[in-house]
C-alpha cells in the first residue's frame, strides 16, 4: 500500500463513489474527512475482521447448537440469538446476516432477533428477500401486517413508475421497522423466456425497456426509506430455462444482445446509483468462452461490470450453497475464486468455517492480495457508515 497520504484518500474516495452520474437514489460518496474515518477504520481491523466483513450468511451458520441438535437448517427453526452464536460470532465476525422465512415468527420476535443480530461481532448488516409478490419472507407472514402485493409482474403491468416507488417504498418501511438494513430487491431481470422457472412474475416485465423505469423507481422508493437496494441477477437469468438452486444453468447470448436486452435494465440502475448488484450463477459461454458461472468470472464482474458499465458499488453473490456453485466447487475454492473474480461479499456458502479460513489462507500466503481485500472493505464499510448518517 503506498504511503502517500493524499494519495490514499484520493483513491479511497474513488472507489467509494458508486457512480457519478447519479442523480436520482443516494450514493456512496464520502467527503475527504469520512474518507479518513473509513481508512482509519480499515487500520484496525485484523486481517480476520476484514475477511469477516466480506462474509453475509444464514443466522444458522454462526449456530454451534444447531450442529449439535442433528436437526435440519429449516426444521431447527432458529429464531434468537444463542450464547453459542455471540462466542462463534467472535471467531467468525461476518459482516451479515441473512433471515429467510424460518426465521420470522411474528412481529415482536423479529425486532428483538435483528437487534441482537446487529450486536454481534463484525458490526453486521441485516438483509433478507422482500421483493412483494411470492418471495416476501414478512408479508407472505400471516403475523404481519404489512402491504402485501400480487407480483411485482403487476405492478409492472400498471405502466406507472409512480406504483413502483410507491411499492418499494411500503416494503422500505416496514423493512426498516424490524430492523433490516438490505432489501435483495429489486429483480431486473426482464422475463424474456417462456420457459423460464426462476423468474417469472418476479421481474416487472418481459420488456426491458418497461421494466427499467419500473425498477429504479422501486429502488428510490426503498432507498427513500432508508433500506439499500440489490439489484439482481446480474448479468441477467431472464432468458434462461434452468434453475441455478438446483444446478448448472446457462444463457446463450452473447454480449452484444445482452446490451440490447439485459443490460438496459442494469445500465439504468447503475445511472440511478444503485449501491449493490447481486451476481447470477449462470454461464455465458457465448461471452466467456468457458461454461463458468458468472459469479466466478472475473471478465463479466471485473471487465464487464465494473470497466465497461462502470459500476463501482458493492458486488455481492447470490447463493453459495445454490446447486449451481456448490455442485462443482467446495466451499473453500468458491470463496476464493469469487474473490479473484471482483465480488465484494460472499453469500451463503455451504460452509462458513471453510469458506472462511480459506480466504484467510489464500491472503496469508499471498493468492490474494491483502489489498484485494481491503478494496471490498472499503466499499462494505462506506455502505455502512452511510447508513448510520440516515
Known amino acids: 500500500m503506498k504511503r502517500n497520504t493524499s494519495l490514499l484518500l484520493a483513491c479511497a474516495a474513488l472507489l467509494?463513489?458508486?457512480?457519478?452520474?447519479?442523480?436520482?437514489?443516494?450514493?456512496?460518496?464520502?467527503?475527504?474527512?469520512?474518507?479518513?474515518?473509513?481508512?482509519?477504520?480499515?487500520?484496525?481491523?485484523?486481517?480476520?475482521?476484514?475477511?469477516?466483513?466480506?462474509?453475509?450468511?444464514?443466522?444458522?451458520?454462526m449456530c454451534p447448537e444447531l450442529e449439535a441438535s442433528g436437526m435440519g437448517m429449516y426444521t431447527y427453526?432458529?429464531?434468537?440469538?444463542?450464547?453459542?452464536?455471540?462466542?462463534?460470532s467472535k471467531i467468525y465476525p461476518v459482516g451479515g446476516y441473512?433471515?429467510?422465512?424460518?426465521?420470522?415468527?411474528?412481529?415482536?420476535?423479529?425486532?428483538?432477533?435483528?437487534?441482537?443480530l446487529h450486536a454481534l461481532s463484525g458490526e453486521p448488516l441485516l438483509s433478507v428477500d422482500e421483493e412483494g409478490g411470492r418471495v416476501a419472507r414478512i408479508a407472505n407472514n400471516d403475523h404481519f401486517d404489512v402491504p402485501h402485493y400480487v407480483s411485482m409482474a403487476a405492478v409492472g403491468a400498471t405502466g406507472d413508475p409512480d406504483k413502483a416507488a410507491e411499492t418499494g417504498n411500503a416494503i422500505g418501511t416496514y423493512l426498516k421497522e424490524?430492523?433490516?438494513?438490505?432489501?435483495?430487491?429489486?429483480v431486473a431481470?426482464?422475463?424474456?423466456?417462456?420457459?423460464?422457472?426462476?423468474?417469472?412474475?418476479?421481474a416487472f416485465s418481459n420488456d426491458p425497456k418497461l421494466a427499467a423505469p419500473m425498477m429504479v423507481a422501486y429502488l428510490k422508493g426503498l432507498e427513500d426509506a432508508g433500506v439499500v437496494g440489490c439489484l439482481k441477477h446480474f448479468p441477467g437469468h431472464g432468458d434462461t430455462r434452468g434453475d441455478t438452486h438446483t444446478g448448472y444453468v446457462q444463457s446463450d447470448k452473447n454480449w452484444k444482445q445482452m446490451l440490447a436486452c439485459e443490460m438496459?435494465?442494469?445500465?439504468?440502475?447503475?445511472?440511478a446509483g444503485v449501491r449493490m448488484i447481486m451476481t447470477a450463477h449462470i454461464a455465458a459461454p457465448e461471452v466467456t468462452g468457458?461454461?463458468?458461472?458468472?459469479?466466478?468470472?472475473?471478465?463479466?464482474?471485473?471487465?464487464?461490470?465494473?470497466?465497461?458499465?462502470?459500476?463501482?458499488?458493492?458486488?455481492?453473490?447470490?447463493?453459495?450453497?445454490?446447486?449451481a456453485i456448490s455442485q462443482h466447487y467446495t466451499s473453500a475454492e468458491a470463496a476464493v475464486k469469487c474473490i479473484e473474480a471482483g465480488a465484494d461479499i460472499l453469500l451463503m456458502p455451504q460452509n462458513l468455517p471453510e469458506a472462511f479460513e480459506a480466504v484467510v489462507a489464500a491472503v496469508e500466503d499471498g493468492t490474494i492480495p491483502e489489498a484485494r481485500?481491503?478494496?471490498?472493505?472499503?466499499?462494505?464499510?462506506?455502505?455502512?457508515h452511510s447508513l448510520k448518517k440516515n
Request: proline share 4%; glycine share 6%; hydrophobic share 40%.
Open 16 to 61: 467509494l463513489t458508486v457512480s457519478c452520474k447519479n442523480t436520482n437514489s443516494p450514493k456512496t460518496v464520502l467527503s475527504q474527512e469520512e474518507t479518513k474515518v473509513i481508512e482509519d477504520q480499515l487500520k484496525e481491523l485484523s486481517l480476520r475482521e476484514k475477511v469477516g466483513q466480506l462474509f453475509t450468511v444464514r443466522p444458522e451458520a
Open 77 to 88: 427453526k432458529l429464531q434468537a440469538v444463542t450464547d453459542g452464536m455471540v462466542e462463534r
Open 98 to 116: 441473512t433471515l429467510f422465512a424460518h426465521n420470522i415468527d411474528n412481529p415482536e420476535q423479529l425486532k428483538s432477533f435483528t437487534a441482537a
Open 178 to 186: 424490524f430492523g433490516f438494513d438490505i432489501d435483495f430487491a429489486p
Open 189 to 202: 431481470d426482464a422475463n424474456t423466456n417462456p420457459e423460464n422457472v426462476v423468474i417469472g412474475d418476479r
Open 264 to 271: 438496459i435494465t442494469f445500465k439504468a440502475g447503475i445511472k
Open 290 to 323: 468457458t461454461e463458468l458461472p458468472s459469479t466466478l468470472s472475473s471478465l463479466i464482474l471485473k471487465d464487464k461490470l465494473r470497466k465497461e458499465l462502470g459500476y463501482d458499488g458493492i458486488i455481492i453473490t447470490d447463493a453459495l450453497g445454490m446447486g
Open 373 to 384: 481485500i481491503d478494496e471490498s472493505v472499503r466499499r462494505i464499510l462506506a455502505l455502512k
